[in-house]
Each structure stands twice: as C-alpha cells, then as structure tokens.
C-alpha cells in the first residue's frame, strides 16, 4: 500500500500543475464516476490547494467540492506531459485533469470520490485519524496520547500502522522506523517507553521528509523485504514474520532490536 510520503510526493506534483487554476479538462472515464457529472459540477471552478493528510490526498475547488483519494493497494496518481506516454493503460484511469500543457492521472481507484468541504471534517475515515507524521510540525503529545489509549499488548510495529494513532506509516516505514531506533517491532506497546516510541517517530519522519519531496528513490531501505540478508548494524540475519490482523510482513533484526 503506498504509503504517506507517497501520497505528500503525490500532492507536491499535482500543485503545481492544478493549484490557482480551472482546469481546461476534466474527465472521468471509469464506469463507476460516469454517472457522477464531476465535469458539470466541477465546470469553471479553480483548485484552491492540493493537500495530503497520512495517506489521503484532496484536490479542493472553490465552489466547496473536493476530489478524495486514497490508493489503498492498487491505485495511483501519474502527472504527465501533454501526449506523454502513460505508465499504465490508459483503461484503468478514473480522472483526467488536464492544465497548463500537462494531465494529472488518477489510475485503478479504488477511493476516489467528490465530497463537499464539510463532509472533509466529518467523515469518520478521516476525521479519526491521528497526528500526520508529514505535518509541517508534528504532534508528538497527540501521538503519544493515542498511542497510550490503545491496548498496551498490542506490538509496538503494529500500533503504528494504526491510522488512527499516526497517519501515514505504512509496513515499510514501520519496519524502517523501529530499526532506526533499535526498537523490537514485537514488543508491547506498553513496554515501549514515550521516548522509545518517538525515537522511532522521529527517525521516521525526516527520511519520509526526503521521499515526499524526492520520491521512491531517496528511500534509503535497511531492513524491508531483506529477510535473510546480513543486518548492516550487527550482521544477524534479517528475520521476517506476519504481524497483526492483516498479516503484514514485519522485517526486523533479532540482534540488535530489543
């Protein structure tokens, strides 16, 4: 699942090419948003901003609508050249914005959505979630209180994929953040320390920093999907095991985490 500083490295190329302007056009040419009349209703309005929140990004109008995504596991956001070749075909596209000699693409949905303004503020998906790991300044109280509030068993690699407790970490960072700070992903939560978590926040954040601005390449990867390979701290084999509900696969060394 992309994770949130895809989706801010996302947001930081469709500004420019979509902020402060009324887009020349707009389709949607994915049998579910048909018979939506996003074209008609969104017809002579300029995006005011584009804006991402953990993995949840938002093109705004100004008449009050906004476009929502969330990528989930299949989708994408493309930002091309007019007649540059696409990277996926050209039938899996939900929305096309095209402005200023370029297209925004949104493919393989599969939440892409008009909402009003209000309806931003309200709805439980994203009114629920925790502190941004992306915010321009990070709520470290907030991420603490709601880390304390959830059950004290549950591994500490696993809470942080909860939306609700911090936005944005998926099971890369998670696996990357608690390496960083040498931190077992396996251990309660309530045996993990205010420090120790935000260690792992901490260094978290500025390499997630790097990638929203650079993309996937400035991702500098320790120990995600290197299970089996040497540690390049201490040089125990990476060890690998499904973690949670889901049965995300948690990377993590048995040598030096604790």
């Not at 999907?225 to 993590?252: H, S």
Request: with cysteine; net charge positive.
């Amino acid at each position: 699942m992309p994770e949130g500083d895809t989706i801010h490295h996302a947001a930081n190329r469709l500004r420019p090419l979509l902020q402060g302007t009324v887009p020349d056009e707009l389709l949607t040419p994915h049998p579910r948003l048909r018979g939506d009349r996003w074209p008609q209703r969104l017809a002579g309005q300029a995006v005011t901003s584009v804006d991402a929140y953990g993995k949840h990004l938002f093109v705004r109008f100004e008449g009050g609508l906004v476009i929502h995504s969330h990528l989930r596991m299949t989708g994408a956001w493309g930002v091309y050249a007019a007649g540059e070749r696409w990277r996926r075909a050209p039938r899996r596209a939900w929305l096309v914005a095209r402005a200023r000699g370029g297209e925004a693409v949104q493919f393989d949905g599969p939440v892409l959505e008009l909402m009003t303004e209000a309806r931003t503020r309200t709805d439980p998906r994203i009114a629920r979630l925790g502190p941004d790991i992306l915010a321009p300044e990070l709520d470290e109280r907030g991420f603490l209180a709601r880390l304390r509030a959830d059950d004290p068993t549950r591994p500490i690699g696993d809470a942080l994929l909860d939306q609700r407790t911090i936005a944005g970490i998926g099971n890369l960072w998670k696996a990357e953040g608690c390496f960083a700070a040498g931190i077992d992903p396996w251990r309660p939560t309530g045996r993990v320390s205010d420090e120790e978590a935000l260690a792992i926040v901490r260094a978290t954040r500025p390499r997630m920093q790097r990638s929203a601005l650079d993309g996937f390449a400035a991702r500098d990867v320790q120990v995600y999907d290197r299970a089996g390979r040497p540690c390049p701290r201490c040089g125990t084999p990476i060890a690998a095991r499904g973690m949670g509900d889901d049965n995300r696969t948690t990377f993590w060394c048995p040598g030096c985490q604790r």
